[in-house]
């Protein structure tokens, strides 16, 4: 089945505390890309990637980092997580113009 | 800069009633993309339909409509005989090549609620 999966689903941790968010795509994607969705705001883009070993920042990057090694990964990296990047993470792949969603990480730093 | 608006934040219908939901878009790309996504009360998003810029005809899909006007910068979409299953939130999105490639721009969200 293609799919997006992203891990964990739900996480909570402390401040300052490094963590990762992975994203797996099986569809051969080249197009990799992170959202955040906050109440108010909508989803906006933190990082995406156009191919392997190439990555840049989309809208909101502040806190945030990405590395892209392999083609179907897209892992997102909080190395100091604060408490205003408790949010909803989505990682999207596309081949072309349409993006297919992961099913989200509620993420909450305490 | 790209702009999306949704100005309708909630509605809430009676099931089987037709509802529409408004969007509006801003960009100076002649070539775009314009998108719509469910998102249901278990959170994942759900992709409905992607229209291009240079298609402006309507589209149905079963009880789903949608209304593409680029005189008026609208992609709205339409439910009709609506269900309590379509109670969720929806996103209206657009993604400009030109100026900034696949990302999406989203609007807000309007969450409908369909009541029994």
């Known amino acids: 089945e293609a799919q997006v999966t992203q891990n964990p689903r739900y996480l909570i941790t402390v401040t300052g505390k490094k963590l990762t968010v992975t994203c797996s795509q099986n569809?051969?994607?080249?197009?990799m890309s992170w959202y955040r969705q906050d109440p108010g705001l909508g989803l906006r883009q933190i990082y995406y990637?156009?191919?392997?070993?190439?990555?840049d920042k989309g809208d909101v990057p502040e806190g945030y980092k990405v590395s892209r090694k392999e083609k179907r990964n897209f892992p997102l990296i909080l190395e100091s997580p604060s408490p205003n990047q408790t949010s909803l993470y989505f990682c999207?792949?596309?081949?072309?113009?349409?993006?297919?969603f992961g099913p989200g990480t509620r993420l909450t730093v305490l | 800069a790209q702009k999306v608006t949704q100005a309708q934040t909630e509605i809430s219908v009676v099931e089987k009633e037709d509802v529409t939901l408004d969007c509006v878009y801003e960009?100076?790309?002649?070539?775009?993309?314009l998108f719509w996504y469910k998102q249901p009360p278990s959170g994942e998003l759900v992709f409905l339909i992607r229209?291009?810029?240079?298609?402006?005809q309507n589209e149905i899909s079963g009880r789903y409509s949608w209304n593409f006007q680029k005189s008026t910068s609208s992609f709205n979409f339409t439910i009709t005989a609506s269900q309590v299953v379509d109670s969720a939130v929806y996103f209206c999105?657009?993604?400009?090549?030109?100026?900034?490639?696949?990302?999406?721009?989203f609007g807000e969200g309007t969450q409908l609620t369909v009541n029994p």
């Open positions: 999207a792949s596309s081949q072309g113009d349409t993006q297919y």
């Open positions: 569809m051969n994607h080249e197009y």
């Open positions: 990637s156009m191919n392997v070993e190439v990555t």
């Open positions: 960009t100076r790309d002649t070539t775009y993309y």
């Open positions: 229209r291009n810029s240079f298609d402006e």
């Open positions: 999105a657009l993604s400009a090549w030109e100026t900034s490639g696949s990302r999406l721009t």
